[in-house]
């Protein structure tokens, strides 16, 4: 690969890049990877502002396929730069991504979007460089869309802040929910070697990153595939790097969560207190067809050992409402746990068929109708509940992490580690620092505090 010859044309050129990124962190992370690729090879970031009517010289599609409406919009948005490729030809258009690990997914954009150049799949970003080469040196098109199972470490990385940063520890998923794509399109459960985070993680403390977020589809079960290690044991070590103040992670998985991690989260200080475990339903019946391998009793009663160890832990959640066969008495048992548990934060889905999924060919699929009014009434209910939750806040002490200043001069805005936006008084010299807070004032939406 001549990339000499790759960075001369892209930096004679002044060439630059936009990404369009749907869907979880995963994929955001992934972008910084893509970006990290790009800049290694002279291109430029895109500005907006500064550009009205020229578009990005290589504009990419990061596409997600966990719910519905992604692809709908993605097509939507390439197909709107068809003229702009027409104009000029030299511009480049790639996708990549979940979307383009579904089956027929890549003929399907090469038919109606035949002017794509690079099409490739979510196992095929080491090699985007050499796509990059061959269709702006060599003018080729890449339709690239394999199976993997390896692990690529060192892809170099644009991280998007400056003081809080993502490391994946996980890829792929073995648990075959019956809703979900993901296990097709990412693959199966693979965990990084510790060492190898334990070093990326100590780099970037070393750099100036104070915030780690941890990234898998079930971080819980880190470690399983024989490499001897377990998500535990890398927190505990983690937890000693100089210089980090806040780890966090997602996402758990209820069944994997174990007595040791809660153990671990309460005796670490730099731990968030905070976890994201999503329940799906409250239904047992519900949560049996979805194969969650847990049952509403058993997540209550990790609820009440996560608080009764670490006070104060905020929790959030994912839930789906309208999974097939789900009566209304299974959807109030959702509401009833809702009510329950009080979460911090809940995200909340209607059901997706997804081809290809287990619950795509059950019986009793719902009506959009009532899908559409049950995410109505619990959307209802968790806003009810931060409502009357959030006087509680008041005169708690917590750990905030400054991040923007606001338009009222003296004035900036944190992240609690239990998730809360907290305001405070403060000037921009704060940005990416940590303070003890006590909390002076609660809205729904956002906390007022001071230093202490
Ligand atoms: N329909 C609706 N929501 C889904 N999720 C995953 N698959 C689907 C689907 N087919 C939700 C789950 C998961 C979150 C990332 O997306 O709640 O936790
Ligand atoms: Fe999907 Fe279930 Fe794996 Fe999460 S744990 S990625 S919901 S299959």
Redesign the pocket.
Known sequence: LDTAKLHNFVTSNCMTYQINTYG?QMNAHDSEKIAGILEKNGFLEWDESSHQTKKADLIIFNTCC???HAEARVFGNIGALREAKENNPDMVIAVCGCMMQQEGMEQKISRRFPFVDIIFGTHNLDEFEKYIHEVIIEKKKIRQIQEGMEIIEDLPIKRAYNKSAYATIMYGCDNY?S????PYVRGRERSRDMEAVVQEVRGLAKQGYVEITLLGQNVNSYGGNGNNASFPQLLRTLNEIDGLEFIRFM?SHPKDLSDELIEVMARCDKICKHIHL?V?SGSNRILTAMNRCYSREHYLSLIHKLRAQIPDIAVTT???VG?PGETEDDFEDTLRLMEQVRFTSA?T??????TG?K?ADMQHQIDKKIKKQRLHRLNALQNQIIQEDAPGYINKTMRVMVDEVMNKKDEVKAKAENTKTVFLKGDPHMIGKVYEVKIKAARAGALVAEII
């Not at 809703?179 to 993901?182: D, E, P, S, T």
């Not at 889905?349 to 997804?354: A, K, L, N």
């Open positions: 979880c966990v719910r519905d929910c809703y979900c794509i993901v996402t999503p799906q994912d839930i789906i999974f995200f889905f209607m059901y997706s068929v997804r999924t619950a």
